[in-house]
Nanobody, 118 residues
Framework: VQLQACGGGFVQPGGSLRLACAAS????????MGWYRQAPGKQRELVAV???????NYADSVKGRFTISRDNAKNTVYLQMNSLKPEDTAVYYC?????????????WGQGTLVTVSS
């Protein structure tokens, strides 16, 4: 599975950005896709995940502001980020996980930088 992420950039507090992650390759057995982020000096953390059945999970810090969605026809997952705060500044990574029998595979896209600053 290859993941191609895009959509990062610079935005002022209160602004919005949308990240996109396109998956290619052996995508038929993908169980879930999501976004993680890593701020300078901090550990990578889960932001949002969407499962094959459509259910979603969000970090408490982004609930009500971020929305994860997917376009199955385009094999693409989106992260709509609204009401952005300076503490949302981080490198955002797309993630996908496959389950093939008893084996669990995880994949990462390249990071995309989101900077929220006035």
């Amino acid at each position: 599975v290859q993941l191609q992420a895009c959509g990062g950039g610079f935005v002022q507090p209160g602004g919005s950005l949308r990240l996109a992650c396109a998956a290619s390759g052996s995508i038929s057995s993908i169980n879930n896709m999501g976004w993680y982020r890593q701020a300078p000096g901090k550990q990578r953390e889960l932001v949002a995940v969407i499962f094959v059945g459509g259910s979603t999970n969000y970090a408490d810090s982004v609930k009500g502001r971020f929305t994860i969605s997917r376009d199955n026809a385009k094999n693409t997952v989106y992260l709509q980020m609204n009401s952005l705060k300076p503490e949302d500044t981080a490198v955002y990574y797309c993630n996908a996980n496959r389950v093939v029998g008893p084996v669990y595979y995880t994949y990462w896209g390249q990071g995309t930088l989101v900077t929220v600053s006035s």
